[in-house]
């Protein structure tokens, strides 16, 4: 039953409620008032049969439910009390007891309802995420026709293969590729990242993220259900659904409480009825059986999970598995796979030199003018560090070199860039201070390109390339790497506070590529490890070799070769912006590429277990320490609890439970920056 029908169950169960209570001779002898009306003994009979009827339905049809599955829980336990109490109430207006129960029986079912709309609110606030990630699409889409001619359809008229228009401030409808502009994306209702991205020719966009400051042109990819917020849909789905060792900690433990609630019941009701009391008899075991109905129980784990994947989702964390979520808080390694992960997966300029009295602005010039038309990633990369600067210069009669470099003429001067093979193929001179350059850099592992001016040629345009004539002479040298993600460096550091015992990395570069790498993310020599020249193939035996050791080992990847690896994992971690198949061999995903989100894991999954633990633990201490009082264990003492204020503090321990899984709002998810 949804949380508005309850919400009106409820409201209507509390306006017949009042009236059953003012008109009740228990409430009134309290209070020292006195109502005399036509029918006044008619209201606790008619109106609380009402609520008993109306009011206590979701409960009695819940109890058979339960009796018919075979699985004996929390709407059994509430049926059988509002029973037990009706009858007693239909007893007591019969003549056969003398007892004023209806008041107790109308709170008792109005209590109740309150209760569990306030569960089924909280439960459903939290999956609302669902609905949430569904708002994030546009109603519709503007296809833009053969001519040219724009006009707009429904999101289910899309097809792969379509050109949409994405104006300024609107929303991508379907997941697709940037056919024309340039535009900051607002994507952190798929990533968790705040800042907006930019995106360009070539560059994936998807579905629900917003282009914030210029219009875009995109072919579509991917439409409905194979679109990347439909995916995160189905994972939130699955993860709040599923089911972990705490949930069934508490289905056990609800399933006991049922054996322990009832035999209390008959315990006390025969100890009451024996001892020649049979008003009390009936009115502890009613109090025994409300004050045993689990709701906190029932709300301890389902409230935790349902919030935790929702607060997740929306900071760019996607459970695919909960059980996963669960174990990570016990992992004690994480291995790292190095390209795409902790670096960017792409070559930047890290250093530049020059010689022949030229400074580093002119020989970068140089050299992106020589490399505009290569498309080799070390050359876009030289091409994309000059435009930053503003350093571009048009080239001439540009040549490739395969397997040494390019060649090009700038300024009426011929120049090559490339390495070691065209320094030895042109017999080319290097300055010492180049030499020294390259050296240092070579030893950290990075690539190393020259520029080579090899003066004019016989007929002024460079058109020969003759090793013999050309005089070559290195001007320039740069450095290129896989640079590191600044943010790499914080994901390491939060990993070793939080108590990871061994940081690992994995990568198939050669040693000295890695251990440079392993050094600017502060690896600890002897604590972390470095796994390098590694086959592809080979990855999944270092998981296995870590977990050999005792380790119990988290693996983050994202590519193809990391599957295997990622499935033997403890806790597979893939970044969003790797492979299906990486992604679908993970029980964690991360919709963006920053790896802090591994230490945001484990700080959900520490706090996650901790409130699902506490909730446990207060939803079984107060049935340990409320059942005997509910059974009259005190009442030599005086002290006794009615079954109205057994219902209120059974509801009362339903709200600390539930404030205590909201306290998870608390949690750090996205990175600070």
């Known amino acids: 039953m949804d949380p508005e029908q309850l919400r009106r169950r409820f409201w209507l169960s509390l306006a017949l409620t009042v009236p059953v209570v003012v008109t009740s001779p228990m409430v009134m ?26 009011g206590g339905w979701p409960f009695l049809a819940g109890g058979v439910h339960e009796i018919r599955s075979r699985t004996p829980g929390m709407m059994l336990l509430v049926s059988m009390a509002i029973v037990v109490a009706y009858l007693a109430s239909v007893s007591t207006a019969l003549g056969l007891f003398d007892l004023d129960f209806w008041w107790e029986l109308a709170a008792l079912v109005t209590i109740m309802l309150l209760g569990h709309w306030q569960e089924t609110k909280a439960v459903g606030q939290a999956r609302g ?39 300024s401030g609107a929303r991508v409808p379907a997941d697709g590729r940037i056919t024309d502009g340039t535009a900051e994306l607002d994507e952190s209702m798929i990533t968790g990242e705040s800042r907006p991205v930019r995106r360009t020719v070539g560059d994936r966009v998807v579905a629900g993220t917003v282009a914030t400051d210029s219009t875009l042109r995109v072919r579509v990819e991917a439409v409905g259900e194979e679109t990347a917020l439909a995916g995160i849909g189905r994972l939130v789905t699955q993860a709040q659904t599923a089911t972990g060792r705490a949930q069934t900690l508490a289905d056990r433990f609800a399933a006991i409480l049922f054996y322990v609630a009832t035999a209390t019941a ?41 919030l935790s994947t929702a607060l997740s989702a929306r900071a760019g964390i996607l459970v695919k598995d909960r059980l996963a979520v669960e174990r990570m808080r016990t992992v004690d390694a994480v291995l790292f796979d190095k390209t795409g992960t902790l670096t960017r997966g792409e070559h930047t300029v890290t250093g530049v030199a020059a010689a022949d009295d030229l400074d580093e602005d002119e020989v970068l010039r140089l050299a992106a003018a020589v490399e505009s038309d290569s ?5 876009r990369a030289l091409v994309t560090v000059a435009d930053e600067r503003g350093l571009r210069t048009p080239a001439e009669d540009f040549r490739s070199l395969p397997g040494r470099g390019v060649r090009a003429t700038v300024d009426g001067i011929r120049y090559a860039v490339g390495g070691p093979a ?45 090793a013999a004539t050309s005089e070559a002479v290195a001007v320039g040298a740069f450095a290129l790497a896989d640079e590191v993600r600044p943010e790499a460096r914080t994901a390491v550091a939060e990993l070793r506070a939080q108590g990871v015992g061994t940081i690992a990395m994995i990568t198939g570069d050669a040693r000295p590529v890695a251990e440079s790498v392993a050094a600017d993310l502060g690896f600890r020599p002897g604590a972390d490890r470095v796994y390098a020249e590694v086959l592809p193939a080979d990855k999944d035996r270092v998981v296995a070799d870590l977990q050999g050791r005792g380790l119990r080992v988290a693996m983050v990847g994202d590519g193809v070769n990391d599957a295997p690896a990622l499935a033997r994992a403890d806790v597979g971690i893939a970044i969003g912006a790797g492979t299906d ?30 409130k699902m633990l506490q909730n446990l633990a207060w939803a079984g201490g107060y049935n340990v320490v409320a059942l005997p009082l509910a059974a009259g264990a005190l009442a030599w003492a005086g002290i006794t609890l009615s079954p109205a204020l057994a219902a209120v503090l059974m509801s009362a321990s339903t709200i600390v439970v539930a404030l205590n899984a909201q306290l998870l709002r608390r949690v750090r998810l996205t990175p600070q920056e």
Do not use: N
Request: glycine share 12%; with cysteine; hydrophobic share 50%.
């Open 129 to 167: 995420a669902l609905s949430a990630l569904a708002a994030l699409l546009p109603d519709d889409a503007e296809l833009i026709d053969p001519d040219g001619s724009v006009r707009r359809v429904g999101l289910t008229d899309l097809t792969v293969g379509d050109p949409v228009l994405v104006r």
């Open 422 to 466: 065209l320094l030895a193929e042109l017999s080319a001179a290097v300055p010492d201070v180049l030499t020294r350059a390259a050296t240092g850099w070579s030893a950290q592992g990075a690539a190393v390109l020259h520029l080579v001016r090899l003066g004019a040629g016989p007929d002024g345009t460079g058109a020969d390339f003759d």
């Open 266 to 306: 008959l315990v006390t009701f025969g100890l009451w009825w024996t001892l020649g009391d049979p008003d009390a008899a009936v009115v502890r075991t009613v109090t025994v059986l409300v004050i045993a109905c689990p709701h906190a129980l029932g709300l301890a784990i389902p409230l935790v999970i349902a």
């Open 581 to 610: 198949v990486a992604i679908e061999s993970a029980g964690v995903v991360l919709a963006s590429s920053d790896p802090r989100g591994v230490g945001a894991v484990i700080r959900l999954s520490k706090a996650s277990y901790r």
């Open 375 to 379: 498309e080799h990633p070390l050359a």
């Open 29 to 54: 002898d309290w209070f020292g008032y006195s109502l005399d009306l036509p029918g006044i003994g008619a209201v606790g009979p008619v109106l609380g049969s009402v609520v008993f009827g109306y």
